[in-house]
């Protein structure tokens, strides 16, 4: 465990990861339900990939092996899920390119 | 005296024999310069009839020259004189003094033009080629708001009001402005394009008078209670232009001026609180609404209302609001199903304040393609009211080239298009990941989408004169 992890404000965000300099966002969490929460900045999430997925981008310089590895992990998993979801976004882009050509084709005939 | 009257001659016997000693030297140095005199001479061509000087006397002249300057020199003997020729000199002001007479000239500037378009407005000729009224819908309300978002809010240093605001006397302590948030704005800014369509405020430069004397009024008004704040909060004028600079390439930063990519400062903001967020969301409405109510669909709609006796100035009142609610019913929907589509327990209201700078490249390109052909046309209108403002020239126009609707169109796609590139980059600030801030997405793509094909339909509308007002 990096002695860092315990005192996680005190660290300066790397400039490439700090785009913006916004407060973290107000939540609201219904109460029938239980978040995870970051132990950092105490932001909920839905899910732990999720919350795994912030802890790697946010508090980078900050996090534990642990919390290193989780977001690995994470990230590798959206990799996968994000390949799918590319090929349904070309498919999607060729369908609206066709539609608009047929459309086209039709009006102009 | 005579130790001093002895000391002059002496340096007068001096001067003379160095004189003699010039003249001398001049003469030695003759043979030697005589070829690059001539070619210098010959030079000058074009200057005169040529005229054949011997190479001695040029060369004796170019030594007698030196020789006198000498002699004239030695007529200036006061040392004071001497030091202060050569401790002149011209200095560039500094960066503080330069940035002081720019704020002050703008001041000036926009104090004057106010008195000036009231002064025309009220005594110059009637009808819509005044000068007054041509400097306010085309030089300021078109031409100027576009530069807010082409280029930088300058606003604060021009703001004519805010300039005479700071001449009233202090009245000791200014009273703090009730929590309305951005409220007020919001309410004035819709009550003022409804003034502005409803009213012959746009083509009577008698109206327009009165209109900016009520507006002067209530802003002195305003700032001489509360102070700086009301430009800064209340003030919709103000506000629109500081909202528009947001969007602006030119950027104020703490070390100056930074030059930025169009809208690139854009996710590094976000509104403070929901009024702010119907602010730029009621800024949008108005630049769609000033465009929807000169469509023939709209005279078609209004018409049988007003024909049935409802009166026109309601008519429209009520369309503005119903359309204002409607916008920012529709954005805030987007926002609170984004929190479902993103996974994300973010809460809505922090999901539109986050997401409402999108909002601004979309009312500017909207502004721009509605304006764009306006300026354009009526500058040469404008230009000569400006030269002649107090007589009444005929009203010129350019006749703009078919393609120029196409421009229009092009602008307001491309005004989407940016904002899908912030909304994006918003995104991605916002949520953790790369699905997450993708799926955020989704209901505001869907209304932007309804809000293209709507507004690209008005852009390509022809222009129809409001009826019933």
Excluded: K
């Excluded at chain 2, 030697?32 to 074009?46: D, F, Y």
């Excluded at chain 2, 800024?283 to 109510?293: K, M, N, P």
């Amino acid at each position: 465990m990096s002695q860092h992890s315990t005192v996680p404000h005190d660290t300066d965000r790397p400039a490439a990861s700090a785009a913006t300099d916004h407060d973290p966002p107000e939540t609201a969490v219904p109460a029938d339900e239980e978040p995870v929460t970051c132990p950092y900045c105490g932001q909920p999430f839905r899910e732990s990939a999720t919350r795994a997925l912030h802890v790697g981008e946010q508090h980078a310089d900050a996090h534990s092996p642990a919390e290193g590895e989780a977001y690995e992990s994470a990230r590798e998993a959206e990799s996968d899920e994000l390949f799918i979801y590319h090929l349904r976004v070309i498919a999607a882009l060729g369908v609206l390119y066709a539609v608009l050509v047929l459309l086209y084709m039709i009006v102009l005939a | 005296m005579t130790g001093s009257r002895d000391a002059g001659c002496r340096t007068a016997g001096r001067w003379a024999r160095a004189a003699v000693m010039a003249l001398l030297a001049g003469c030695l140095a003759a043979p030697v310069v005589a070829g690059t005199a001539s070619a210098h001479v010959g030079s000058l061509g074009g200057a005169g009839t040529p005229q054949s000087v011997p190479f001695w006397l040029v060369a004796i002249t170019g030594g007698g020259l030196v020789g006198g300057s000498f002699l004239f020199t030695s007529l200036m003997t006061d040392h004071e004189t001497i030091r202060s020729v050569n401790a002149s000199r011209l200095g560039l002001p500094s960066a503080a003094t330069l940035r002081r007479v720019a704020r002050d000239g703008a001041r000036a500037g926009g104090v004057l033009g106010l008195v000036a378009v009231l002064a025309v407005a009220l005594v110059g000729p009637a009808g819509s080629a005044n000068a007054a009224v041509l400097v306010v819908w085309v030089g300021w309300w078109a031409g100027y708001t576009a530069t807010t978002y082409l280029a930088g809010d300058s606003w604060p240093a021009l703001n004519p009001w805010r300039t005479l605001a700071g001449l009233l006397p202090e009245r000791g302590r200014e009273r703090d402005l009730p929590d309305l948030g951005a409220w007020p704005a919001t309410a004035a800014l819709l009550g003022l394009v409804w003034l502005e369509v409803v009213s012959p405020v746009a083509a009577d430069p008698r109206v327009l008078a009165v209109v900016v004397l009520g507006y002067t009024t209530v802003t002195l008004a305003g700032a001489a209670t509360f102070g700086d704040e009301w430009f800064e909060r209340v003030d919709p004028v103000s506000r629109v232009f500081r909202r528009y600079g947001w969007l602006a390439p030119i950027q104020r930063t703490d070390d100056g001026l930074a030059l930025r990519l169009p809208g690139g400062c854009l996710p590094g903001r976000e509104a403070g609180d929901r009024s702010e967020v119907a602010f730029v969301v009621a800024l949008l409405w108005v630049t769609t609404f000033d465009g929807l109510v000169s469509t023939p669909a709209w005279n078609g709609l209004v018409g049988p209302v007003v024909e049935v006796g409802v009166p026109a100035p309601l008519v429209y009142l009520a369309a503005t609001l119903l359309g204002f609610g409607t916008f920012l019913g529709a954005y805030r929907l987007a926002a609170r199903y984004a929190r479902e589509t993103a996974g994300t327990y973010v809460s809505a209201v922090a999901i539109e304040c986050r997401f409402v700078p999108a909002l601004l490249p979309i009312a500017a390109g909207y502004h721009l393609a509605h304006y764009l052909g306006y300026v354009v046309g009526l500058s040469p209108a404008l230009v000569a009211a400006v030269t002649n403002p107090l007589s009444s020239p005929v009203l010129r126009a350019v006749v703009l080239p078919d393609w120029f609707g196409g421009i229009a169109l092009a602008l307001v796609v491309l005004a989407h298009l940016v904002a899908v590139w912030v909304a994006h980059a918003i995104a991605f600030d916002l949520f953790p990941g790369r699905l997450h801030p993708i799926r955020s997405q989704y209901p505001f793509v869907v209304v932007m989408v309804a809000y293209t094909a709507t507004s690209m339909w008005i852009v390509s509308q022809p222009f129809a004169r409001p009826i019933a007002v």
